[in-house]
Nanobody
Framework: QEQLVESGGGLVQAGGSLRLSCAAS????????MGWFRQAPGREREFVAGISWSSTTTYYSDSVKGRFTISRDNDKNMVDLQMNSLKPEDTAVYYC????????????????WGQGTQVTVSS
């Protein structure tokens, strides 16, 4: 069974950068597409970025396109989210998730979730 643990969150000023990491355990990690979601207080969880199992295809929400980059290393069982030019509206709890199928932008498609890491961007 897959287990996901996020790290790298914190407090950063607007315009700054953070790199989130997601460590996966489980033999079948390389078979899953991965995604990052976020949830701000009082708001619904939203898709941020996704990557196919082979890293061939990446997906981004319009709000982060050009600023965030998702990557994975199947040998190290890691998925990263590099976040640049951060804005106060990026403040949220960020979650790593794994899916074996389904629509990449839908949370219901993802079978495994991490516990989340807080990102706070000050203005």
């Amino acid at each position: 069974q897959e287990q996901l643990v996020e790290s790298g969150g914190g407090l950063v000023q607007a315009g700054g950068s953070l790199r989130l990491s997601c460590a996966a355990s489980g033999r079948t990690f390389r078979n899953y597409a991965m995604g990052w979601f976020r949830q701000a207080p009082g708001r619904e969880r939203e898709f941020v970025a996704g990557i196919s199992w082979s890293s061939t295809t990446t997906y981004y929400s319009d709000s982060v396109k050009g600023r965030f980059t998702i990557s994975r290393d199947n040998d190290k069982n890691m998925v990263d989210l590099q976040m640049n030019s951060l804005k106060p509206e990026d403040t949220a709890v960020y979650y790593c998730a794994a899916r074996s199928g389904g629509a990449y932008w839908r949370g219901i498609s993802y079978e495994y979730w991490g516990q989340g890491t807080q990102v706070t961007v000050s203005s």
